[in-house]
């Protein structure tokens, strides 16, 4: 008779290895509580009312005067202090360079779209960015480029909850003056919008988009 074939009992099943490390969790310090003691409510920090806030990442706390974007002193990590939402930890920047033809203008209407989803934006207001953005980008081209599309320009996404931060670094002749001579349509979808020299030459378009 043939040997029958031997099996390995059946291991015992144990907790997922997530569920194991959850019960081993720090807990970390609650931010916002300080302006507003037993409430538990977000009071954002400024210059007459400085709040206490703790880090995201290590819960080492300290206080802060403004809203805005922080590095830890204690583990370095970067995080941001929300007017509205409190502290977060702060998003990573996304840069990419393009040139101007079709193929990479489709290409970065799908990067912007991206970013305004992960903002929290609706598909009406990437729309309304979008159309912003692009006569940023085509008075670029003809003022900086001289209708060049193959020349390249960077541009960089710092997205956050409900606020999309912008910046092109673009190459050639700097543009000075009212960014709203270049830029009318995008200076009314976002308001803050700037331009200034860069170091090595050529200019820095910079905005934020807040909804």
């Known amino acids: 008779m043939a040997p029958q ?11 997922p290895v997530q569920a194991r490390r959850q019960t081993g969790t720090v807990q970390r310090p609650p931010t916002g509580q300080y302006g507003r003691p037993g409430t538990g409510q977000w009071v954002p920090p400024s210059r007459d009312n400085p ?16 809203t805005g974007r922080y590095k830890c002193p204690s583990c370095a990590t970067a995080f941001v202090v929300d007017p509205q939402f409190g502290v977060e930890l702060a998003p990573a920047t996304s840069q990419l360079t393009l040139a101007f033809t079709p193929e990479c203008r489709e290409g970065f209407n799908l990067y912007l779209g991206s970013m305004c989803r992960r903002a929290g934006y609706s598909e009406a207001d990437y729309n309304q960015l979008k159309q912003g953005l692009e006569q940023i980008l085509q008075g670029v081209l003809q003022n900086c480029y001289q209708g060049r599309i193959y020349e390249s320009y960077a541009v960089a996404f710092l997205p956050a909850r409900r606020n999309l931060q912008i910046k092109f670094i673009v190459a050639g002749p700097t ?7 270049y830029f009318p349509m995008a200076a009314q979808i976002m308001p803050d919008l700037a331009m200034r020299p860069h170091p090595k030459g050529g200019t820095v378009v910079v905005m934020s988009f807040r909804r």
Not at 55 to 64: E, H, I, M, Q, W
């Open 175 to 181: 543009m000075q003056g009212d960014p709203r001579a």
């Open 5 to 15: 074939p031997q099996y390995a009992p059946p291991r015992p099943q144990t907790a």
């Open 51 to 66: 709040q206490v806030v703790a880090c995201p990442n290590c819960g080492a706390s300290f206080k802060v005067s403004q």
